[in-house]
């Protein structure tokens, strides 16, 4: 049961008492509280949205008698959350995954890392100049999705890589996929490591019985949340978890988030973590129950079209699966024949419906915290149930099922030296053999089949351009049509 203290929203409070005073802004933002701001900023923004659009260093926000309205909103973060200690961030759970690799180690040290971890942890490695091992996540051959790690792969990567200082690991996955961080934990811990889980898409887990557990929870040591994606803070607000090990140094996370922080902290972005922490801690568990039970009607909805399923319960228990986040309705469309880019493209510009993610077997649609799901479930499902009608009326050509990806190249030297270091752009027909000084996944199954400082392979090249041909896309490469790549040169 939430406290009185969780009912509060100091931060907010403040902002709300310090624009009410209608002081004379001779400070910055520009636009003065709206005053000064172009038309078409007060219709995108709102002038509510101006007025309390105020800088940091103001007092009585965020600075003057401690602990500050700024910082009594993070310590209630860090209650709601169960954490030692929290941290805001304005630049996403991106600025988390980054102030945490500066904070893990730097130049040379190893770490183990989950390989599908998002860009923003591959990043962090170039920021930070670790090398890393990677450990491949459990594949779903038949839906061609990658799960999360098993205690085992992440035992035997630890043991073959001595003197590393953590290990990295992503759950939920993008489809809803959580791995048994308390497993996790304990195999890193027994060897003295910290874990350290990006727990992006799992904001939510905490304030929830029936929801698989959550990482700080599962004893992890510092986690990434991307607050913005189910409990809705507005995009780009995201927080970090310090757990309650001592296995990290909260000043030395302190100061790695302060460095790659912008100085001018937005007050909006900040105080809609101070509201989404409210909204979480004191009506999370009433608000998530009702959104569970009118998803469970929607997953009813869409197993009767003809041709679809659902990821369900069913897959708790296969490799890397030992939760499954039902806030992720995810549509196994193998069935119709069609794939899932179609569908979501239909869906999309026929009936007005966004998805989150689509592959070439899976589309997934997301609900958030506090939605009134029953509505718009019904709705996703009416527009589901008539986009696989037309496109039953509309068969695309016959799919040919891609061969798995191959493994991936000799890491020779670390992401940073090739990201960063001296490199030339070459034919892509050209590059097998060199270093890559870019990653590329293709999708699906998203697992990065090149990262930078790994050595290129003609069979992984191929696999590349298979994957094009197979209507899958590639990210990473800074030339998008890949018709050339970006390879270190090596002294
Ligand atoms: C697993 C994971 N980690 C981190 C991020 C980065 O989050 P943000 O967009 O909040 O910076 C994402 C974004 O999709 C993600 O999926």
Redesign the pocket.
């Known amino acids: 049961m939430a406290d009185h203290k969780q009912e509060t929203t100091p931060y907010v409070d403040a902002l709300l008492e310090y624009s009410a005073l209608d002081p004379g802004r001779f400070q910055v933002p520009g636009h003065k509280g709206g005053i000064a701001a172009d038309p078409a900023m007060v219709a995108l923004v709102g002038m509510t949205g101006l007025i309390n659009d105020i800088p940091s260093v103001t007092e009585g926000v965020d600075i003057g008698p401690e602990p500050t309205p700024f910082q009594q909103a993070q310590i209630l973060a860090a209650e709601a959350w169960g954490a030692k200690r929290s941290w805001f961030l304005v ?5 988390g ?1 980054h102030a945490t690799s500066m904070a893990l180690g730097h130049m040379g040290q190893r770490v183990v890392v989950q390989r599908n ?2 860009s ?2 591959i990043d962090g490695l170039v920021l930070n100049g670790m090398r890393p091992t990677f450990v491949a996540p459990e594949l779903d051959p038949e839906l061609g999705i990658a799960h999360g790690l098993t205690p085992e792969s992440l035992a035997a990567a630890l043991d073959a890589t001595p003197g590393a200082v953590a290990a990295l690991v ?1 759950s939920p996955t ?1 489809f809803g996929a959580c791995a048994d961080v308390a497993a996790l934990a304990e195999v890193a811990h027994s060897r003295g490591l910290p874990l350290i889980v ?1 727990e ?2 799992g904001a939510h887990l905490h304030f929830h019985p029936d929801l698989p557990p959550d990482a700080l929870a599962s004893g992890a040591d510092l986690v ?1 949340s ?1 607050t ?2 189910i409990v809705g803070s507005l995009t ?1 607000a ?1 927080m970090l978890h310090l757990g309650h090990g001592d296995r990290i140094d909260p000043a030395v996370v302190d100061r790695c988030v302060s460095l790659v922080e912008t100085t001018s902290p937005s007050g909006l972005l900040s105080g809609s973590l101070d509201a989404a922490r409210r909204q979480a801690a004191v009506h999370g568990v009433e608000l998530l129950g009702e959104t569970l039970e009118a998803i469970k009607r929607t997953r009813e909805q869409i197993v009767q079209i003809p041709g679809l399923d659902v990821l369900d319960e069913s897959m708790v228990g296969r490799p890397g699966i030992a939760g499954l986040d039902p806030m992720r309705l995810s549509v196994d469309v193998r069935g119709t024949g069609s794939t899932g880019y179609r569908l979501a493209k239909k869906i999309f510009y026929s009936h007005g419906i966004d998805l989150e993610l689509y592959s070439e077997n899976v589309v997934v649609a997301i609900f958030g915290l506090g939605e009134p799901a029953e509505a718009t479930g019904e709705r996703l499902a009416a527009a589901v149930r008539a986009a696989v009608g037309e496109l039953e009326a509309e068969p695309g050509p016959p799919q040919e099922k891609l061969a798995p990806p191959p493994p991936w190249g000799e890491l020779v030297m670390t992401p940073r030296e090739a990201y960063l270091g001296p490199q030339e752009v070459i034919p892509f027909e050209d590059a097998a053999g060199r270093v890559a000084a870019e990653g590329l996944a293709a999708y699906p199954p998203g697992i990065p089949n090149v990262l930078p400082g790994e050595r290129l392979t003609t069979e992984t090249l191929s696999y590349i351009r298979e994957s094009i041909a197979h209507g899958g896309y590639v990210r990473g490469g800074s030339d998008r049509e890949l018709k050339t790549l970006r390879v270190a040169l090596e002294r």
């Not at 630049?91 to 600025?95: C, E, L, P, V």
């Open positions: 630049n996403g759970a991106s600025q995954n971890v998002h923003s942890i992503v993008y990006d992006a898409w990434t991307s913005h994606k780009q995201a």
